[in-house]
Structure formats: structure tokens, C-alpha cells
């Protein structure tokens, strides 16, 4: 019995820690970017970056499954490789990333619209490189914002079922998350595993939520040290 629910549990924290540091400095790389773009594209590229934030989960899986299957451009790549991505672990990760990705994207895009240009050009008449304003001036300032987006994509990663489950399928021991876990217990009947499944899930969801409020406590305090610093 301790088993069939540690063995979820153990793959969910795998795969959303996983799916949470790929988000992040993705997120992170599209939401800076995207904060100083205004080419006439920035709509379509925002669009895109957002997709999967409405489209139903089982339609981002089949466009997963579509890219990464046998017959799918990345799924050919991989097989150079003897590398299959369909119905392994990794395939949580992918899936929990790409629905994860609009939350850490939106969010820390707002943090970096919020930064005052005239504090990166000062440090550009300084002679600071592009690399070096962003790590001392651009993401200091903020950093409530992209703490926040982090917490929502880690949150949002653990709840990840429909395109984890059309990517990843469910394999005991090997893709079987949380969410996937408590769908099939349900469907067999195991209501008492499936109810120990949501417990854990809603203390993690909880303390995620916690931190988000937190962080969002103290939000202009921490921009206000980071601008005095």
C-alpha cells in the first residue's frame, strides 16, 4: 500500500522539479525578451507563448504526441539516437514544462515590463554588458515577479494530467504523477490510495500558495531594497 502511493509521489517531484528549472530559465529568456521586443510580430510570438494556457490539455498533448511519436519531426531526431521520448519520464517533463510555461512566461514578463529602462541605460553608460545588467540591475528588481512565476509554474507542473497523460501514458513506477495516479485509482475503485494522493497533493498545493502569497507580501518592499541598492 505504501508503496503504490510513494511511487507517484517520488515521480511527481521528479517532474516538477524537472518541468520547474526548464520553465524557469526559459520563462525567464521569453518574458525578458519579450518585455523590450515591439517588432510587429509581438502579438503572434505572445500568442503562441501563451497557447497552451487555453487550449484543453489533451489538445497540447496530441501536438506533443504529433512532434515527439515515431513519425513527428523531434521524434525522428531522437530515434538517430535510440532515444524514444513517447511513454518514458522525460515525457512528463516536456508535458508539465509546456503547460507550466505560459504561467512563468506572463508572469515574469510583467516583472521585467515593470523595470525602469533608465536604470539599465545607467549602468550602459557605465560600461556594464548586457549580460551584467540583467543578473545585477534587470532581474534584482524583478525579482518578486519571477519568484512568484516560479511558484505558479511549480504549482502548476504538479497538477499537469491531461497532456502528461496523452505524452507520458500511464506506466506504473515510470510515468504514473499524482494526477495520473488518482484518476486510475478512481476508475479501479481504490478510493482510499486515490484519497492519500489528494492529500499530499493539496498539503504541496498549499504550501505552494502560501509562498505565493508571501512573496506577494513583500513584493514592493523587495523592489524598494532593490532599487536602493
Known amino acids: ?7 507517484p509521489l517520488w515521480i511527481s517531484l521528479r ?18 525578451w519579450m518585455a523590450r521586443y515591439s517588432g510587429r510580430l509581438k502579438s503572434l510570438i505572445d500568442g503562441v507563448f501563451i497557447l497552451p494556457l487555453v487550449l484543453p490539455p489533451t489538445v497540447v498533448g496530441l501536438g506533443l504526441l504529433l512532434l515527439f511519436g515515431k513519425h513527428g519531426p523531434l521524434g525522428h531526431f531522437f530515434s538517430l539516437f ?6 518514458s519520464w522525460p515525457a512528463t517533463v516536456i508535458s ?29 553608460t557605465l560600461g556594464a554588458s548586457e549580460w551584467r545588467i540583467f543578473w545585477t540591475v534587470t532581474l534584482p528588481i524583478a525579482r ?47 478510493m482510499d490510495q486515490a484519497l492519500i494522493l489528494v492529500m499530499i497533493v493539496l498539503v504541496i498545493s498549499f504550501a505552494s500558495l502560501g509562498g505565493l502569497a508571501y512573496w506577494k507580501l513583500r513584493m514592493p518592499h523587495t523592489t524598494s531594497a532593490a532599487l536602493n541598492e
Not at 500500500?1 to 511511487?7: D, G, P, R, V
Not at 512563468?104 to 515590463?113: I, L, S
Open 82 to 87: 535510440d532515444t524514444t521520448i513517447v511513454f
Open 1 to 7: 500500500m505504501t508503496e503504490s502511493y510513494l511511487a
Open 144 to 190: 518578486p515577479a519571477v519568484i512568484a512565476a516560479t511558484i505558479l509554474a511549480f504549482a502548476r507542473s504538479l497538477g499537469e494530467f491531461g497532456a502528461t497523460l496523452m505524452l507520458a501514458g500511464n506506466i506504473p513506477g515510470k510515468t504514473a504523477t499524482i494526477p495520473i495516479a488518482i484518476y486510475f485509482d478512481i476508475q479501479a475503485g481504490h
Open 15 to 32: 517532474t516538477v522539479l524537472a518541468a520547474t528549472v526548464f520553465t524557469f530559465f526559459l520563462g525567464i529568456a521569453a518574458a525578458r
Open 96 to 124: 508539465a514544462a509546456v503547460m507550466a510555461f505560459p504561467l512563468m512566461y506572463m508572469t515574469a514578463r510583467g516583472g521585467f515590463e515593470q523595470v525602469d529602462v533608465n536604470f539599465e541605460n545607467a549602468a550602459r
